[in-house]
């Protein structure tokens, strides 16, 4: 005769995982009923929210606080860049990846640098996405794809060059000075100068080559082999 043993262990409980939730912002409203369709067909991922312009994707992203935002750069009222921006400033930790037909660098590196956690095309293949995806959510840096990181090396050793070019004699020395340590004080008794005429030089320099600090025109000119 069975009898039924009340001490005996119950299996474990299938714990399925947290979906990853994504906000999908584009201004064609069947792009995003496609996109959805094909994000949930795979297993853990979940569309949140919806955006059709820019205003509407931070009020949705700040609202619901999504996983990743998929960001087109095309919008109406604010771009992708700006909204992205926006996010960004109100919320530090947001997870933004511009999907987008336009592959101008200009527009690119001015999205990377805010930071977007990766820039990706249209084009894509979806499976390349959601993995795209996962990776981003699991906090794994996102590569550019071959081609944009082509475009996007181009457009910066052409920036630089045309940056180099604009640079005066004075300004170039003050640079290859500053890559070498030297504070303001000694630059100015190398250059036999006033302080005050060392901060105006690096401040044309640093408008010239794009950079905010010291540090980032120090990279700039080991960069660029000044």
Not at 11 to 17: A, D, G, K, L, M
Not at 38 to 65: F, N, P, R, W
Not at 73 to 94: D, H, V
């Amino acid at each position: 005769m069975s009898t039924l043993c009340m001490n005996q262990p119950m299996p474990p409980r299938r714990v399925e995982p947290t979906p990853i939730h994504v906000l999908l912002v584009d201004d064609h409203p069947i792009l995003r009923q496609g996109m959805r369709q094909l994000l949930e067909l795979h297993g853990g991922l979940q569309v949140c929210g919806e955006a059709g312009d820019g205003e509407a994707a931070v009020v949705q992203a700040l609202a619901h606080k999504p996983d990743i935002i998929l960001m087109d750069i095309n919008l109406p009222k604010l771009s992708g860049y700006e909204s992205s921006r926006a996010i960004l400033t109100a919320w530090p930790q947001a997870k933004i990846i511009i999907l987008s037909n336009q592959d101008d660098p200009h527009v690119m590196k001015k999205c990377l640098d805010l930071p977007v956690k990766g820039f990706l095309l249209k084009d894509i293949q979806i499976e390349d996405l959601v993995e795209a995806l996962r990776k981003v959510q699991a906090g794994e840096p996102l590569a550019l794809p071959v081609e944009l990181a082509g475009k996007l090396q181009k457009h910066q050793a052409s920036a630089a060059g045309q940056s180099l070019d604009s640079l005066t004699e004075r300004e170039r020395e003050v640079l290859r000075a500053l890559s070498k340590g030297y504070t303001n004080q000694k630059l100015a008794e190398l250059l036999v100068v006033s302080p005050k005429t060392v901060q105006n030089h690096l401040y044309s320099i640093y408008q010239k080559i794009g950079v905010n600090n010291r540090a980032e025109a120090i990279v700039w000119a080991l960069e660029a082999n000044l």
